[in-house]
């Protein structure tokens, strides 16, 4: 079956412009999750969705960031006005809660550079 | 909070040898569990083995075995017969489970993986 996909796979765009992040997880997959891999910070963990839940927005680094995820399945991670430091690679993982112990798979990515 | 340490930022392996890669974490959590993902040049985490803190035996896939040792706190990750196909970025991570609030994984710095021919 499909893997988590994520588009675009490569993202440049200029300091101060807005971007969205694409990420279509596992068909039947109820929670889904936003990472950002970095070279100084390594991997963090942005945000997570489960089912129709209110999403733990815990790990957003400030308000540019935000993610929405319509009808349950297709997510959208939006930065606006972005910065250089907002340059990495974002990681789309989704997963199928059985219990308590679910695996997260994870997409591509999608590097991004701000200029 | 937890927390997880990989302390080897690069390993050298021989092709057809066994190799261990490190991992200590630390949790006030009583329940949790423990993962190891495998990030090759590509940049796809490929999920490799998990570990539940209840476990009583060391889980096993493959060639990829984990040596749980709940009191020292390590879930080190054992690579059998290494194979050039192995060269990778290797991350441990770790994850509230069992009903808890956190759902999400946190990762350790990793480990660079060279394997030689």
């Known amino acids: 079956g499909a893997g988590v996909s994520q588009s675009p796979s490569n993202k440049v765009t200029e300091k101060g412009k807005d971007v969205e992040l694409r990420c279509d997880p596992i068909?039947?997959?109820?929670?889904l999750y936003w990472y950002r891999q970095s070279l100084g910070q390594g991997l963090e963990f942005l945000i997570y969705?489960?089912?129709?839940?209110?999403?733990?927005k815990s790990g957003l680094p400030s308000d540019r960031f935000s993610a929405e995820r319509t009808g349950g399945s297709v997510s959208t991670l939006t930065i606006q006005r972005t910065q250089q430091e907002d340059s990495a690679v974002y990681l789309c993982?989704?997963?199928?809660?059985?219990?308590?112990?679910?695996?997260?798979?994870f997409g591509p990515g999608t590097r991004l550079l701000v200029l | 909070a937890q927390k997880i340490t990989q302390t080897q930022p690069g390993m050298f392996v021989q092709e057809k040898e066994a190799v261990t890669l490190d991992c200590t974490y630390d949790?006030?959590?009583?329940?949790?569990?423990l993962f190891w993902y495998k990030q090759p040049s590509s940049g796809e985490m490929i999920f490799l083995i998990y570990?539940?803190?209840?476990?009583?035996q060391n889980a096993t896939e493959g060639r990829y075995s984990l040596n749980f040792q709940k009191a020292r706190k390590s879930a080190n990750l054992v690579i059998s017969a290494s194979q050039l196909g192995d060269s990778a970025m290797y991350f441990c991570?770790?994850?509230?489970?069992?009903?808890?609030?956190?759902?999400?994984?946190?990762f350790g710095s990793g480990t660079q993986l060279t394997v030689l021919p």
């Open positions: 993982a989704s997963s199928l809660a059985v219990g308590g112990y679910e695996t997260q798979y």
């Open positions: 068909s039947g997959h109820t929670a």
């Open positions: 969705f489960q089912g129709n839940s209110a999403p733990d």
């Open positions: 949790t006030s959590d009583q329940s949790y569990g």
């Open positions: 570990q539940g803190s209840y476990d009583e």
């Open positions: 991570a770790m994850r509230e489970e069992f009903g808890g609030s956190a759902r999400q994984l946190t």
